[in-house]
T-cell receptor, first 114, second 110 residues
């Protein structure tokens, strides 16, 4: 148990729709990172939020956006869903403090786009 | 694109040490090496990380070569519950851009 919770656990959407995924970080952590994991592959970094601002982004289009709230919880929003967006979406929280940070992952949200 | 190379799979006998290798020949001087593992349908679990020196914690030991181009994760007494995909990762930059590769699928056998 990492203390990082994600909701919902599973979600089914159709192409073109929009989706919001939620993450509650571990107590004491101030940074949230989001990852996408396609079937059979390792997770890919989407972006990171610190102090309610995005401060790092991977190779994902602008239709992937996020928010971080004052209590450090976070949302991932994906607009105009495509079939390739079907994946496990992982949230990880950490305490921002340089290169030695440890990430604590939630169990993820399994998104299926039909 | 991952900065690490790992064997796709390994087997280990229960109770024996599991030694998982990783190559990271393009690592920069200030980039950390992290190890995580992922058991089916769960999020990755942090194991250990290091920069230059060998590290040990309650889960594992990390041996980093002097030139930092490779490392080995050691699980001293593998159990069936250690069966998982193990990721060796180099953290790029100051944010949590962790470049996961395909990992090593470790199977611990009775």
């Amino acid at each position: 148990e990492t203390g990082v919770t994600q909701s919902p656990t599973h979600l089914i959407k159709t192409r073109g729709q929009q989706v919001t995924l939620r993450c509650s970080s571990q107590s004491g952590h101030n940074t949230v990172s989001w990852y996408q994991q396609a079937l059979g592959q390792g997770p890919q970094f989407i972006f990171q939020y610190y102090r309610e601002e995005e401060n790092g982004r991977g190779n994902f289009p602008p239709r992937f956006s996020g928010l971080q709230f004052p209590n450090y919880s976070s949302e991932l929003n994906v607009n105009a869903l495509e079939l390739d967006d079907s994946a496990l979406y992982l949230c990880a929280s950490s305490l921002y403090g340089g290169r030695g940070e440890k990430l604590f992952f939630g169990s993820g949200t399994q998104l299926s786009v039909l | 694109d991952a900065k690490t190379t790992q064997p796709p799979s390994m087997d280990c006998a229960e109770g024996r040490a599991a030694n998982l290798p990783c190559n990271h020949s393009t690592i920069s001087g200030n980039e950390y090496v992290y190890w995580y593992r992922q058991i089916h349908s769960q999020g990755p679990q942090y194991i250990i990380h290091g920069l230059k020196n060998n590290e040990t914690n309650e889960m594992a030991s990390l041996i980093i070569t002097e030139d930092r181009k490779s490392s080995t994760l050691i699980l001293p007494h593998a159990t069936l519950r250690d069966t998982a995909v193990y990721y060796c990762i180099v953290r790029v930059g100051l944010n949590n851009d962790m470049r996961f590769g395909a990992g090593t699928r470790l199977t611990v056998k009775p």
